[in-house]
């Protein structure tokens, strides 16, 4: 974080000039001096504006750390000092963030650091491209592709250690999100003659000299062949070890990197097995033999590396030989055979070799893209990284040269194009002020050699198809017609003689004046090599082996797919697909890494300003430094610029309504930046100064971290409301049920508190209820034991009076019985023995009569009438005695009981009695009734002075007064009145002032009527006619009803001396007014104690509802 908050530049530090642009003066001079200064100072990289510059150092330096990828990675291009990482990051950002395709092209003479280049880009992008185990295996399958194709394409070279022997052009691919997906790989022009022989001081490709030194014996044994070098003849002898590479080591590493990428052992194997081959073909050595027809043949001196060929690739060993003596040429459904001399042998056996080698190339670089192919159709990102072989100028340059300068030229006008040329015209274009740079443009020399009607390909191409014969002196012949004139073509034979006396131009040669130098190129194997071709048997016997590789490579010696067609030429096939690349890399972004090499004796520190001064010539970088220099430093068409950095400006963000010009006019304006660091274009701005741009940039860095900050803000916001809601919900959730659970809890509590309450006050008023019971019921018994203990008082007085009169009379009697015995025995002496037995008999019932009343006298119970207890009998026989006496003694008992009652008492005890008639059984009131004397005169009339009317109005002795309840007869509801009873009559009266209301004579009385019910309403019938009777009969309610009516009854009765009618029933009629209205009880609630509610329902109906 800290890191990118220091603000650093490329002006940091610096030693020379980062950046060619702002060299000061810029010459050719000070432009190589401050290459040099840089490079003695370790600083191989320099800017021209966005092309970075590498000088190739030859040693290892310590700016390709994890620590430097950290360093470059995000930071805006001139922040930092010059690097290829600031270039690779540039292009990975825009191709993630603004989604453009982008390529890499990297140039530079061989040596001068290409590969390494494009392995540092690549090492860089997957340093900081996405991570994940799946990224990470597609990373490493990518890097990995690059030991296995070096091991197979490059080879020691004058120039380079590591030459890449082949063009390469990689596309990786990305997703959305700049995390790669795999990759693609396109391979140019093996440079397969070097199978078969190398220039001195050079070697072949890698991989043969890897397989014999770290092949194992038993791996070297399965290929059959030796640890030594020297036994091969393919193998360049006088420099077959390089310094400074160990071979065996990197065997290990290239079969590890193979596995990486995902090849099986079976087909490492099948691929060794390949290479072996090859490396055997060389030993296959021909010997002439003379036939009698004259004609040379060849024959193979020693079969047995030929049969061990075989023995590889499964071959019948006759057809190989056979393929290497004869040649069938067909023509028109005709076969002819010939014989191969010696020359002809070792050249079938040399293009087998190549062919098989090249082919073998071709199917690594197929199978490697099989594995790293991105494995999802979605719409991918492409980075191309291009490496391919650099400006070759050797002492013999043949046609591999020829093709590769080419392709050299190629780039360049491609660079021309993208940078020189398009910018140049660009600003005049889009009307910026502007003076044309001079720069050389190769079109020219690239139309020479690929123009279709008289290019030098073309020409080739003509030259090999033509029939006759056909040598690579026709070919030059054909050149030095056809292209005499051109400018940059030189031949000493050609037409217009301008070189006939270069001697340094030899005969067989021609000279092309490349965009990098002159290149002198010897014609022999032009045909051949563009011919490129095999011998039909050949390919038939490699097509025929059971090696399933060897098989799969030639395709074409499948007689059922054979076709007399002719192959494409080398040459035509090249420019082809050169052409599709060129194609390709227009369509991307371009990015450019210049490679120059310091020196040709690959040591570090060695600087050759003349060998740099050439390189720097030819890659035309002055012009270059030029042309960023007038022009601007970055451009951008309006729309783009104003997406950009709209947010800069309150007036473009975050919509701007007019147009984008006016959009970028207004937030440059807005932002103070000073008018001649931008030109307004057609439909770009032009910015000079690449710091106006950062500025830009850090600027809009700022914003957008602003931008981060509300949306985070919002989105916190957002999140933490959410949350917030959601916690009070919760809350609110948790604290209902709890409080639903503590409340309940209360809820329950109380409850079972308060029938603990009520059960107590039930309890309480059960044992009050009980308390009182017990005490009524301790009164009566008290009663009875009073009555008891009297009783028993009075019966045991009675007794022993008794007692005392018995014993007196038994004395009279027994001194009677003496006295009679004595005079008997006297007198019946005579007879008393005739009568004994009768006597003795009747004596002795006499005795036991006696001796059972004694008993019995003893044993009686108490007086009680209520005793029930009597003694049991004794003897049988007096069984009906024994009865009867008891019978007597009761009725004795009771007559001894009411003996002592005075008349008053008797008097009540009779009311009791005929209370006890009227209702015992009849009138549930009754049984409170009977512990309750009967008091009659309850008010005292007499004594109360409140009464003295009344007690004036009655003349007759009160039998009874009490207060009652009248019941109103129209509404039910009661009044208390005084009921007054004498021996003629009854009175109502009011209980306030003794006011007498009625006054009824008894024998006006003709019924009563009451309910079964404890209840104490009672109706009084009068006589109909009666004057008594005019309002109708009487309801009247008392707790002392029995009471009332027993007294009422029997004052008729000795009144009338007749029985009123006493009705009890639960429903009766009485008469009010003239109205027959039923009384009916119901039960119901009980309201106001004992008293009945009466409720007059209507004219017929009385509701008295009793508890
Ligand atoms: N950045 C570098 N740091 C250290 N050594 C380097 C660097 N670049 C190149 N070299 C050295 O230079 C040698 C040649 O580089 P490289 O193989 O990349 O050249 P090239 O341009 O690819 O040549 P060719 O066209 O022959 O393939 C490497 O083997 C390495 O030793
Ligand atoms: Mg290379």
């Known amino acids: 974080m800290m890191k990118s908050e220091v603000k650093t530049s490329l002006l940091d530090n610096m030693i020379g000039v980062g950046d060619s642009v702002l060299l000061e003066p810029l010459t050719e001079d000070s432009f190589l001096e401050n290459l040099k200064n840089r490079f003695d100072h370790s600083e191989i990289y320099t800017y021209i504006g966005s092309v970075v510059i590498s000088v190739n150092p030859y040693r290892h330096l310590p700016v390709y750390t994890p620590e430097k990828v950290e360093e470059y990675r995000n930071r805006n291009f001139y922040e930092l000092g010059p690097h290829i990482y600031a270039l690779a990051d540039e292009a990975y950002r825009s191709l993630r963030d603004q989604d453009k395709d982008q390529c890499i092209l990297i140039t530079g003479e061989s040596g001068a650091g290409k590969t390494e280049a494009s392995k540092l880009v690549m090492s860089y992008v997957a340093a900081v491209c996405g991570k994940g185990a799946e990224v990470n295996q597609v990373k490493e399958q990518l890097l990995q592709s690059n030991p296995v194709l070096e091991a197979f394409g490059n080879a020691k070279t004058m120039r380079n250690d590591n030459s890449s022997r082949f063009g390469k052009y990689m596309d990786i691919e990305f997703d959305f999100k700049g995390d790669p997906l795999g990759g693609v790989i396109s391979n140019y022009l093996l440079e397969k003659s070097r199978v078969v022989k190398q220039p001195r001081g050079e070697r072949n490709f890698h991989v043969f000299y890897q397989l014999l030194s770290g092949g194992s014996e038993d791996l070297l044994k399965r290929l059959k062949l030796e640890r030594e070098f020297n036994q091969y003849n393919y193998l360049g002898l006088d420099s077959a070890k390089v310094n400074g590479v160990d071979d065996a080591a990197n065997f290990r590493t290239v079969k590890n990197a193979m596995q990486i990428v995902g090849f099986m052992d079976d087909e490492v194997e099948l691929v060794l097995e390949v290479v072996a081959a090859v490396l055997k073909l060389g030993n296959i050595e021909f010997k002439p033999e003379s036939r009698v027809n004259g004609l040379d043949e060849s024959r193979i001196q020693d079969k047995n590396e030929l049969k061990e060929i075989c023995e590889l690739l499964g071959q019948d060993q006759a057809v190989l030989e056979r393929a290497f003596s004869f040649r069938t040429v067909e023509a028109k459904q005709e076969k002819v055979s010939t014989t191969l001399n010696v020359a002809q042998a070792y050249y079938a056996r040399d293009a087998l070799a190549k062919n098989l080698y090249n082919r073998l190339f071709t199917w690594l670089v197929n199978r490697i893209n099989e594995s790293i192919k991105a494995q999802t159709k979605v719409r991918k990102k492409v980075m191309g990284v291009l490496d391919i072989y650099g400006f070759e100028i050797f002492e013999n340059n043949s046609f591999e040269q020829f093709i590769i300068n080419y392709c050299n030229e190629k780039l360049q006008q491609i660079f021309i194009e993208l940078t020189l040329k398009e910018e140049q015209e660009e600003y005049i274009k889009e009307g910026i002020e502007w003076t044309h740079i001079e720069y050389f443009n190769n079109a020219i020399i690239c139309e020479l050699i690929e123009n279709n009607t008289n290019g030098i390909l073309a020409m080739l191409d003509e030259e090999c198809l033509r029939p006759g014969t056909v040598t690579d002196e026709t070919f030059l012949e054909k050149l030095n017609q056809v292209c005499a004139v051109h400018e940059r073509f030189e031949s000493r034979m050609s037409k217009s003689s301008r070189f006939l006396n270069d001697t340094t131009l030899p005969h067989n040669c021609f000279r092309i004046q490349h965009y990098a130098g002159k290149v002198m190129y010897h014609v022999e194997g032009f045909v051949d090599k563009n011919n490129d071709l095999l011998y039909r048997d050949l390919s038939q016997a490699m097509w025929r082996t059971n090696h399933v590789l060897v098989k799969a490579l030639f395709p074409e010696g499948n007689p059922a797919k054979m076709s007399l067609k002719r192959p ?445 019910q404890t209840d104490g309403l009672f109706a009084v019938h009068l006589k109909e006619g009666s004057t008594a009777a005019a309002k109708g009969d009487f309801l009247f309610t008392s707790d002392r009803l029995i009471e009332i009516i027993t007294k009422l009854y029997r004052t008729i009765f000795f009144k009338t001396n007749q029985k009123i009618n006493v009705e009890i029933n639960n429903e009766f009629l009485v008469q009010f007014n003239q109205d027959k209205v039923c009384v009916k009880f119901i039960q119901g609630a009980q309201k106001n104690g004992n008293l009945p509610a009466c409720k007059r329902k209507n004219n017929r109906l009385l509701e008295v509802t009793v508890p």
Not at 983 to 1009: E, H, L, R
Request: with cysteine; net charge positive.
């Open 568 to 1012: 494409p030429t080398a040459g035509s096939q090249f420019k082809a697909s050169v052409a599709t690349l060129m194609k390709n890399l227009q369509t991307k972004n371009p990015n450019y890494i210049r490679c120059i090499k310091p020196n040709d004796q690959k040591t570090p520190h060695v600087f050759t300003e003349a060998l740099v001064c050439h390189q720097v010539r030819y890659l035309g970088l002055m012009e270059n430094v030029r042309v960023r220099r007038a022009g601007y430093a970055f451009k951008q068409p309006y729309e783009s610029c104003l997406e950009r950095y709209k947010m800069l400006c309150s007036q473009t963000w975050p919509h701007w309504r007019q147009g984008a010009r006016d959009g970028v006019q207004v937030l440059l304006t807005e932002l103070q930046i000073p008018p001649e660091e931008f030109s307004y274009g057609r439909s770009k701005i032009f910015i000079r100064n690449p710091r106006t741009l950062f500025e830009l940039e850090d600027l809009r860095k700022r914003r957008l971290e602003d931008l981060a900050t509300l949306i985070q803000k919002i989105y916190r916001g957002w999140k933490c409301r959410t949350h917030f809601l959601l916690m009070k919900k919760s809350q609110i959730t948790i604290s209902a049920w709890t409080k639903r659970h503590f409340q309940r809890k209360k809820y329950l509590h109380l409850k079972s508190v308060t029938l603990l309450i009520q059960s107590y006050i039930r309890g309480w008023k059960a044992r009050k209820l009980l308390r009182e019971l017990k005490h009524q019921k301790l009164c009566e018994e008290s009663a009875t034991t009073i009555a008891a203990y009297w009783r028993g008082f009075q019966a045991r007085r009675e007794l022993r009076r008794l007692k005392e009169e018995a014993r007196r009379k038994h004395a009279v009697a027994v001194i009677w019985a003496y006295w009679l015995g004595l005079k008997i025995r006297r007198e019946y002496r005579k007879f008393f023995r005739a009568n004994a037995g009768r006597k003795i008999y009747e004596f002795t019932i006499q005795r036991i009569i006696q001796k059972y009343f004694l008993e019995l006298k003893k044993k009686l119970p108490s007086m009680s009438p209520t005793e029930t207890a009597w003694p049991a009998r004794p003897y049988l026989f007096l069984d009906n005695t024994h009865t009867e006496l008891k019978r007597i003694f009761h009725l004795w008992r009771c007559k001894k009981y009411r003996d002592q009652f005075t008349a008053q008492k008797r008097a009540i005890f009779e009311e009791k009695l005929e209370a006890s008639e009227l209702f015992k059984d009849k009138k549930a009131l009754y049984a409170n009734s009977v512990c309750q004397p009967f008091q009659g005169d309850y008010l005292e009339i007499s004594k109360n002075p409140k009464y003295q009317k009344l007690t004036g109005a009655v003349e007759e002795k009160i039998l009874l007064a009490d207060v009652v309840n009248k019941i109103n007869r129209a509404n039910g509801k009661g009044a208390p009145r005084i009921f007054l009873l004498t021996q003629s009559k009854f009175i109502v009266a009011d209980q306030k002032s003794g006011q007498i209301k009625s006054n009824i004579p008894v024998m006006d009385i003709t019924s009563v009527s009451v309910s079964k």
